[in-house]
């Protein structure tokens, strides 16, 4: 016979049900579509939405698509959407979401491409996220940050000797298209294999097939692992391309805030302030200059001064920033351009001519500065990089002097000798960055008249063999100044004595092809991987 219910206990099952279903009961306010067009959508009816909340549209056919709350007048509220309006209507239902524009973030989004609001494009399934960020807060205090000491190391030797970065800094990097750009970020994304820092690239407005052409380089050298894509292509909405910086700093800022190192690039901004433009002409913002609207300058300040070195006591985690610029012609001094330039803590300048000159990477030393300097370069590099910024601006001078054919004493022919072979050695191949202590070697040679004797145009023969030279027949030295990160009197010794050694027995390996053709093959994979570097 079954167990009979007693009264009581029926009386507290009904009284659960019924506080159950009081607990379900909730309100929500809803709005309606007034006019929708090119993204933009004007509601009606939610009086208490949030500035940049995220709202949810229901179209014709019953799909919800996500929007983005940007104009809150008195009778009506302009949003943005973040998806497809074609099948918005006038009188569509709008809910509110009552949160912000997050994305998700933590080690589950590394290895792979999202898309602005943090859904998967490339197929692998749903991301493992350990938490969820608003893509918008506020930039840490100053009492909360401490100054920018180490550094980041790019592999590329023009850049550690002469422009260094550290941890927490933001580096532009700025110059015409099809000058390199998205080659130092990779390689220096590449760098950060054993340097324990996790990446962000944020690709705005580029082509899918050039963010393909990344993200296979990126694997090939095993860079994925540590790095996360946002892509928000030139396909996408001019919304999503608005959001992608900031998220893509959201998804950085989280490995800051748990005391570990993060790098975090934006290529590129000039594509993100166009966006933006756009949007905000949509949504009858008044426009200034060129007719961008007033707060652009804020646009980008308020996503760069979120990078930051946190103090010890706030876990000593960092963002580096590495935004990207695009100019036209070579002029630095437009609009944007230099915007960015004064919220940014120096440049990295690429030229054109250089580049063509196959002087690549192309970076130009007379435009180009670190505002944190020999700060964020370890003591071996700063003691021998110094004055090699100064030797190669002298250099460029004299070398307009000699083209008149006028009769030079000796120390200028020697000056132009010594410039051309530092010209020389700062040429590096792509996806070829060099440890630090193998560049603190080569720019101490050059420095130091090692390679006077050597043809200008054997010294990237000669550089190769010597590298080899020197992890063969003296690790021990290449060991020693990585670890100490300083270069000892008795290192020192070593390195004259090995450069000596080096010296008497090199030979140049005749590689049966003439000098030219190496920097054509560089071209050649700077067009392959093409647009990326626009």
């Not at 100054?147 to 002469?162: S, Y």
Request: glycine letters at 10%; one cysteine or more; hydrophobic letters at 35%.
């Amino acid at each position: 016979m079954a167990e009979q219910l007693r009264p009581e206990e029926i009386s507290s099952i009904l009284k659960g049900a019924i506080t159950d279903y009081e607990n379900r009961v909730r309100t929500e306010e809803v709005g309606q579509v007034l006019d929708v067009g090119d993204g933009i959508a004007r509601i009606h009816g939610l009086s208490n939405v949030m500035y940049q909340e995220m709202l949810e549209f229901e179209d014709a056919r019953g799909e919800k698509i996500l929007g983005l709350a940007l104009n809150l007048e008195e009778d009506n509220v302009g949003a943005i959407v973040a998806g497809d309006d074609r099948h918005i209507q006038e009188g569509s239902t709008v809910r509110r979401t009552e949160r912000l524009a997050s994305v998700p973030v933590g080690g589950g989004v590394l290895g792979r491409v999202v898309n602005a609001l943090g859904v998967p494009m490339d197929g692998k399934g749903e991301i493992q996220a350990e938490d969820q960020r608003p893509v918008e807060i506020i930039a840490p205090g100053v009492i909360r940050r401490q100054e920018v000491n180490t550094p980041l190391q790019t592999g590329i030797k023009a850049i550690d000797a002469m422009i260094p970065i550290g941890r927490g800094q933001r580096e532009l990097i700025i110059g015409d298209r099809k000058t390199g750009k998205t080659s130092i970020i990779v390689d220096t994304i590449i760098n950060q294999r054993d340097q324990d820092v996790k990446c962000v690239y944020v690709a705005v407005g580029q082509k899918d097939s050039s963010v393909a052409a990344v993200m296979r380089d990126l694997e090939e050298a095993g860079a994925l692992d540590y790095t996360a894509i946002v892509n928000a292509s030139a396909s996408q909405s001019a919304t999503l391309q608005y959001l992608a910086p900031y998220a893509g700093c959201a998804i950085g800022e989280y490995f800051m805030y748990n005391g570990q190192d993060a790098l975090v690039i934006y290529d590129d901004l000039s594509k993100h302030a166009v966006a933006y433009r756009q949007m905000m002409l949509l949504l009858r913002r008044p426009p200034g200059r060129e007719a961008y609207p007033g707060d652009v300058f804020y646009l980008h300040s308020r996503l760069l001064e979120r990078a930051a070195r946190m103090s010890d006591e706030y876990g000593g985690g960092s963002l580096t920033a590495l935004p990207v610029i695009e100019t036209k012609a070579g002029d630095i001094s437009s609009y944007i351009p230099t915007n960015v330039i004064s919220i940014t803590d120096g440049q990295i300048f690429l030229d054109t001519d250089l580049f063509n000159q196959n002087q690549r990477p192309a970076v130009d030393t007379g435009n180009s500065v670190s505002r944190v300097g020999g700060s964020a370069q370890i003591k071996a590099m700063k003691s021998i990089a110094g004055t090699m910024r100064l030797e190669l601006n002298q250099y460029r001078e004299l070398q307009s002097f000699a083209q008149f054919g006028s009769d030079l004493d000796k120390a200028t022919q020697d000056s132009l000798a010594r410039g051309e072979r530092q010209l020389a050695i700062l040429k590096q191949e792509e996806r070829d960055p060099l440890p630090v202590e193998e560049q603190v070697v080569i720019i101490y040679a050059v420095s130091n008249g090692y390679l006077d004797e050597i043809e200008a145009s054997n010294v990237p023969d000669w550089e190769g063999q010597f590298r080899e030279y020197m992890r063969d027949r003296h690790g021990g030295v290449l060991e020693s100044i990585r670890d100490e990160k300083k270069l000892s009197e008795e290192n020192e010794g070593n390195l004259k004595d090995a450069l000596d050694s080096f010296n008497r027995d090199y030979e140049p390996q005749d590689t049966g092809v003439s000098i030219d053709v190496a920097p054509g093959d560089e071209d050649e994979g700077e067009n392959e991987e093409g647009e990326g570097t626009g």
